[in-house]
């Protein structure tokens, strides 16, 4: 008898679905149907049938091949690599557990490595200005129950999240917003006429790149004094006319997107953002909530703020010491400046969103890809290592958009022998321990580890 699993999570966005179900064959192998996920997520789920999925590493010949190995033998050149190394790069984590971020703290401390995670090329403006400005956030739940005004300045949901909408921020009827989308007054500020401000009361179709003057145009009207009759391409009488629905408000939120981070300002525009939350509290309340990307990419900046006191660009090459300094020690840079002379792509794709200039200075050095496909970084690796999809074939905590953690469940069995990220990081850990001859810390602390080591 097929079996319908429920409260399954979606490891796609950083809405972090939890009410998805999944239809599974009886043997547990195949996924049937998928109810409740939008379509980015449902094709996600059916992904994992697909019976062409690497099982085995493969490792590049000398003629260009690729040559499946067994998983003992890339874990070794996986140590042996990391070790000669003088500051290998560890990168992505966008789409992994917190399991796995957590077990790749120690491969990354033993090989005096960096470790990064996407917000590097996403939303790390924003962490830049959290540090300088605090950050006034609070859970979706609270945004589905109060929010009477709901801000979209620099992202489009209806395509980049798109249950968003629906489960938290537009549609949803919640304690004190009975009325849905009949009680709030949507706001969406972009260059362009997204789906998203299709749905907008007002739609700010700013100049692209001019964000930060109407962040300050707002700041303006709402601390009552006059503006310019155009400011960013918006008419005066327009923006007056939403601060005034801000104020009146009885809770704003703002959700910000790379419409924010990526243009001219990048994490300035974001530190005004904030400011402008900080102001509007002083006539109602108000909230602000980075529109998050990958369903985990909130993960490593708790796992690792835990572990290292920093949430990504944390150069560890040192051995003593963490250190954290974007534009420094961030991967983009790195790469630009050839600093790194080893690069590990871990649950991410940089051959595909890097930029090419930086992916060509990185392919000069080893190039190991550890995920679960086929993409076009694992296409110009020099090692590729499949290993188990968090959320489908392997359970694991993950932290969604608004820092709220969610147990996800596994909801098919793994692939014979293929490892997940954190077994594969454990396996990588005790294989430089050996060379090393040093102690591993911890392991034996995971006295229920589920693989064999063979190592
Ligand atoms: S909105 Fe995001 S998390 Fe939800 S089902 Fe779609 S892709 Fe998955």
Redo the contacts with the bound molecule.
Sequence with gaps: MPKLITQV?????????DD?EVLVSDDGTKILEVH???????N?FFHANDSTRPMLPRMRQPDGSMKEISFEEAVDWTAKTLLAAKKPLIYGFGSTNCEGMSAVGRVAEKSGAVLDNCASICHGPSFLAIFDNGYPSCTLGEVKNRADVVVFWGCNPMHA????TS?YSIFPRGFFTQKGQMQRTIISIDPRQTDTAKLADIHYMLDQGHDYELFDAFRTVLRGHDIPDVVAGCKKEDIIRGATAMKKARFVMIFFGMGCTHTDGRNHNIDIAISLTRDLNSYTKASIMAMRGH?NIAGPGQVWSWQFGFPYCIDLSKGTHAHMNPGETSSIDLAMRDEVDCFVNVGTDAGAHWPIDAVKHVKKHPFITIDPNYCMASEISDLHIPVRIAGVDEGGVVYRMDNVPIQFKAVLKGLSGVPSDEELFDMIYERMCQLTKTEPVWLAAKEDRKYPVKV
């Design positions: 999570g979606c490891p796609y966005c950083g809405s972090s679905c998805i409740n996920a939008c379509i980015i997520g449902t996600l999240h798109p249950r968003h489960r369903y």
